[in-house]
């Protein structure tokens, strides 16, 4: 979360200097379709042809698809007495190989059709005498016959429980499935124990590499299953910091670097200082971290922890990065890919979040770049509809390859973009991206319950009852809360004291939020009952706790007691932990933020103790089974049950033509007071960036869900200059480019997604 909000953050504060740069050469924006081969950490390669990519056998190694095909996703309401009382019903989950008949019913996702290449020459022809160079996505089709089971009824256990007595030997390890006690040998040979208390099984069956049926603890649904909102808590962790590197989550990145012109204080300036330090790896050193931070065991011990859910922050440019922006490109999907594999081995279900985006949606160290002087360029000034653009494109590949039905079930919520400022956006800005990300992903999945993954977006910092009436008709959006105490007022009341204060600040807000929007959650919180820890507020930055940040409230606290998590006493961590599960038990469904904090490379010691999941959960200040929390707060107002329409069920999903006329895409203005006719924007002419599949994955995994999605993706208009995309919020408006007035260009871009403007 940190940078964090401030009731004083605004644009007035966002004051870097416009820049221009030279729209990328022809050879980028013409590029031809790519192949996307990763090895080793020390090696990340991109080949030019399907033949390259396929003399690559590794299965830590990423591949380009080379066809697609469509699956419809369907359900299995076979729950255990536990969770079998659900108020709706669930049509069955059946493994894939008995999905080809249902799959008829999309024919028209079938295949991407061969005419594609023709049609991309001829647009080619047109387009780069007037603009750009267009670039056909040509990929043979494939029969959606060979489809891998993705809910498996072939391994020892049919039943989706993930319980076996007796386990198939299978693969280097032997046992394909185990609970409590069992061996884990990962991938690179090491082992640990899997402990879990709770009834948790996992399943790893390389014969069937998309069996679902492990599950994180006996209480909580396998993946074969369809997640019941209703009934099974959302009880979850962030990984920040691993493919997203915040400062105060991973100072030992940041540290080395303070001193570097500029100091690293963010993933751009941090991505530069390491790019030159090449004797210490140079930017490779972010895969290393990439492989190190978070690993298999981390997964084992949350569902241990009788956690269920993960919430996965990562960075557009896993997908691809322009010229000109410093990050690390394609190569953290490598690991999503290992965070997916191993969610699936443990039972964990992933709420996948975009937490950057192109030009930055809030100005924070988390959005790429943001801090002391951070800029929003998202739907705001010159470059916001252009980084809007590309933004939309990212999710629309994302979503693409989550709903593929081999991985569906493990990633059920797409949170679209993370704690976008619509202070500073504008509100119906803010809701007709969210109204555009709506259509693409449903137009993609299909509507209604099953049909790809809920869509989460964030409140804005607006609270949740703001946004009760979003989007009238909408299919499967969830409320994102992010619930923090400490990034405005100081408390500086005892612990004691503050312990109830979730059970009154949050519980009601969160009933209300499930009784008139649908299903709500908390993304993010902590136990922080101050902003005490390194670089909480960013590097430098000092905390409200001291005095030394924001206008505080006057005095000048000490830190030391609150960092030093060693020196405890244990009536503090009792406090902590009686504060924990009244965290737990008013937000409901909730993600704490973080699970892992790293060691400052200076003291060797975690310095923000208050944020870490597992470090509470070892030394006792976190209860080893948060399901203890419910009912702490006592509850005398509880929600009323789901409504159908607001999980998905039949006749639901459909916008009415009122709403969407008063929130357009593009937006009637672009903040501050600009149209949308007279800025910078992309033209659909590039090529689709499709992620890549590990190798040996089923012919029928290719990265792309609907065949019939052949749109290019946007891209610079050849021979336009553009002002910086990251920097030019408060700079003077260039205008359209080359002489594409009159709307010319919104034109194009609306046509492209099938709207008339």
């Known amino acids: 979360m940190p940078n964090p909000p401030d009731s004083s953050m605004g644009q007035t504060q966002f004051s870097y200097p416009v820049s221009t740069a030279s729209a990328f050469d022809n050879k980028y924006i013409s590029q031809a379709p790519t192949i996307f081969v990763d090895t080793a950490p020390e090696s990340a390669a991109a080949a030019g042809s399907i033949a390259a990519a396929a003399a690559f056998a590794a299965t830590d190694e990423l591949v380009a698809p080379t066809a697609t095909r469509n699956a419809q ?45 023709l049609g991309g020459v001829v647009v080619l022809v047109i387009i780069a005498a007037a603009v750009a160079v267009p670039v056909a996505i040509t990929q043979a089709e494939k029969s959606s016959s060979g489809s891998s089971s993705a809910s498996s009824s072939t391994g020892p256990d049919n039943t989706g429980s993930g319980q076996n007595d007796n386990p198939t030997s299978s693969g280097p390890t032997g046992a394909v499935t185990g609970g409590d006690g069992t061996v884990i040998t990962t991938d690179k040979g090491t082992t640990f124990t899997y402990v879990n208390k ?50 105060f989550i991973v100072p030992a990145l940041f540290e080395p670097y303070l001193n570097a012109t500029p100091p690293a204080q963010d993933e751009w300036t941090l991505s530069l200082a390491m790019a030159a330090d090449t004797a210490n790896g140079g930017l490779d050193q972010l895969e290393k971290h990439y492989d190190t931070f978070i690993t298999e065991q981390d997964f084992a011990e949350i569902a241990g922890a009788g956690l269920n ?42 709420n996948l979040d975009l937490h950057t985006i192109p030009g930055s949606q809030n100005g924070y160290n988390h959005s790429g770049k943001g801090g002391a ?43 679209i973009i993370n704690e976008v400022l619509a202070a500073t956006v ?74 109830q204060k979730p059970c009154q600040s949050w519980a009601a807000d969160m009933n209300n939020s499930w009784t008139d929007f649908g299903v709500s959650i908390a993304g993010e919180f902590s136990l922080a009952i101050n902003d005490c820890g390194q670089w909480i507020n960013g590097v430098g930055a000092g905390t409200r706790w001291e005095g030394t940040f924001g206008t505080g409230d006057g005095t000048a606290g000490d830190c030391t007691d609150w960092n030093d998590w060693q020196s405890w006493t244990q009536q503090r961590k009792d406090d902590f932990r009686a504060f924990a599960l009244r965290n737990f038990d008013a937000l409901g469904h909730w993600f704490f933020y973080t699970w892992k904090i790293g060691e400052s490379s200076i003291t060797g010691k975690v310095e923000t103790p208050m944020w870490s999941y597992k470090l509470g959960l070892e030394k006792g200040w976190i209860p080893a089974d948060p399901s203890e929390a419910v009912g702490t707060c006592g509850n005398t107002s509880p929600a009323t049950p789901l409504r159908p329409e607001m999980y998905g069920a039949a006749g639901t999903g459909e916008i009415s033509a009122a709403v969407k006329a008063k929130f357009p895409w593009p937006p009637t203005t672009i903040n501050p007071g600009l149209r949308p006719d007279n800025v910078r924007t992309y033209t659909a002419t590039g090529a689709i960036p499709t992620l890549p599949v590990p190798t040996g994955a089923s012919p029928t995994v290719d990265g792309w869900f609907d065949a019939a999605d052949t749109r290019p993706i946007y891209t610079p208009i050849a021979g336009c200059t553009y002002p910086d995309a990251w920097g030019s919020a408060t700079g003077s408006n260039p205008g359209p480019c080359n002489g594409f007035g009159s709307g010319d260009n919104v034109r194009e871009s609306a046509r492209s997604y099938g709207l008339v403007v």
């Not at 492990?214 to 910091?241: C, F, H, I, K």
């Not at 929003?376 to 933004?391: D, I, K």
């Not at 939309?392 to 990633?411: G, K, M, N, W």
């Open 73 to 117: 996703h369907l359900r299995d309401s076979d729950k255990e007495a536990t969770w079998s009382d659900a108020p709706r019903g669930i049509s069955p989950f059946p493994d894939l190989g008995a999905r080809v008949a249902n799959e008829q019913e999309d024919a028209s996702k079938n295949k991407r059709r061969l005419c594609l290449i």
């Open 198 to 247: 709770l009834g948790g099984t996992w399943y790893d069956d390389p014969k069937d590499p998309y069996n679902n049926n492990a599950r994180a603890q006996s209480t909580s649904p396998p993946l074969s299953q369809e997640w019941d909102y209703q009934n099974d808590p959302m009880r979850g962790v962030n990984l920040g910091g691993w493919f997203v590197p915040e400062p």
């Open 309 to 350: 859910w993960i919430r996965l922050p990562i960075p557009y440019w896993a997908i691809e990065k322009y010229p000109d922006e410093p990050f690390l490109e394609k190569v953290a999907w490598k690991y999503v890919l290992k965070a997916f594999k191993w969610a699936r081995k443990y039972g964990l279900r992933i």
């Open 373 to 415: 002087g951070g800029q929003v360029n998202f739907l705001y000034g010159p470059m916001g509809l252009a980084n809007a653009q590309r933004a939309l494109d990212y999710i629309r590949i994302i979503t693409e390859f989550i709903s593929q039905p081999e991985y569906a079930p493990v990633v059920p919520m797409f949170g």
């Open 426 to 499: 504008g509100v119906e800005q803010t809701t007709s991206f969210y109204l555009q990300v709506h259509d693409t992903m449903r137009e993609i999945t299909g509507r209604g319950q099953g049909k790809g993954p809920f869509i989460s977006i964030h409140d804005s910092f607006r609270g949740l009852a703001a946004w009760k009436d979003l989007l009238p008709g909408h299919d499967r959006i969830a409320l994102d809360t992010h619930s923090y105490l400490i990034f405005v007022n100081v408390d500086r009341s005892s612990l004691t004291e503050q312990i």
